[in-house]
T-cell receptor, first 114, second 115 residues
Framework: ETGVTQSPTHLIKTRGQQVTLRCSSQ?????VSWYQQALGQGPQFIFQ???????GRGNFPPRFSGLQFPNYSSELNVNALELDDSALYLC?????????????FGPGTRLTVT | SQELEQSPQSLIVQEGKNLTINCTSS?????LYWYKQKYGEGLIFLMM?????EEKSHEKITAKLDEKKQQSSLHITASQPSHAGIYLC???????????????FGKGTLLTVNP
């Protein structure tokens, strides 16, 4: 196990609703990245937070937003849910801006939008 | 088209057999990562390759990087049921105009090992 935890494990929402997913980073890590993995696909980068500020963003619409807290845990918020948002959402934590080589992934949150 | 193409998409082997999974990039590779994922779970880091010709091994898994071909291979020797899962390659695009903060992944290869 990596020490990165995510909650909840599973979630079912209705189209149009809003959802918040949570990630606790590994001890000593101050960077959190979020990825979306649709069924049968590889993870797609959503965004990264470093010391409470967004440090990069992938090709996702503004209804995907995030936060990082002083303890370096993070939230991913998705507004106006669409059916295509159904996916496994993974967070990865790392120390500083050392790049991806030190990223450790959590177990993921499975979101189903009906 | 995908930046990273993995082949095959799926693979079924008999326990004890050797197998190879390939990952080809359409762009320059600064770092190539291999992960294993059990269905619906998080990613487990296997290996990172950075230099052309680099080869790394861990237990029965060996990965190689051919920088000129922009390609990496993952080889499993004497496969076991515990090797079953989805193998993902990820590319670090490096500092070409931005910080190397994200991984770009292939679609994965689903490996089944029959006892």
């Amino acid at each position: 196990e990596t020490g990165v935890t995510q909650s909840p494990t599973h979630l079912i929402k209705t189209r149009g609703q809003q959802v918040t997913l949570r990630c606790s980073s590994q001890s000593g890590h101050n960077t959190v990245s979020w990825y979306q993995q649709a069924l049968g696909q590889g993870p797609q980068f959503i965004f990264q937070y470093y010391r409470e500020e967004e440090n990069g963003r992938g090709n996702f619409p503004p209804r995907f937003s995030g936060l990082q807290f002083p303890n370096y845990s993070s939230e991913l918020n998705v507004n106006a849910l669409e059916l295509d948002d159904s996916a496994l959402y993974l967070c990865a934590s790392s120390r500083g801006l050392a790049g991806v080589r030190e990223q450790y992934f959590g177990p993921g949150t499975r979101l189903t939008v009906t | 088209s995908q930046e990273l193409e993995q082949s095959p998409q799926s693979l079924i082997v008999q326990e004890g057999k050797n197998l190879t999974i390939n990952c080809t990039s359409s762009k320059t590779l600064y770092g190539l990562y291999w992960y294993k994922q059990k269905y619906g779970e998080g990613l487990i880091f296997l290996m990172m390759l950075q230099k052309g010709g680099e080869e790394k091994s861990h237990e029965k898994i060996t990965a190689k990087l051919d920088e000129k071909k922009q390609q990496s291979s993952l080889h499993i020797t004497a496969s076991q049921p515990s090797h079953a899962g989805i193998y993902l390659c990820g590319a670090d695009r490096g500092n070409s105009g931005g910080s190397n903060y994200k991984l770009t992944f292939g679609k994965g290869t689903l490996l089944t090992v029959n006892p």
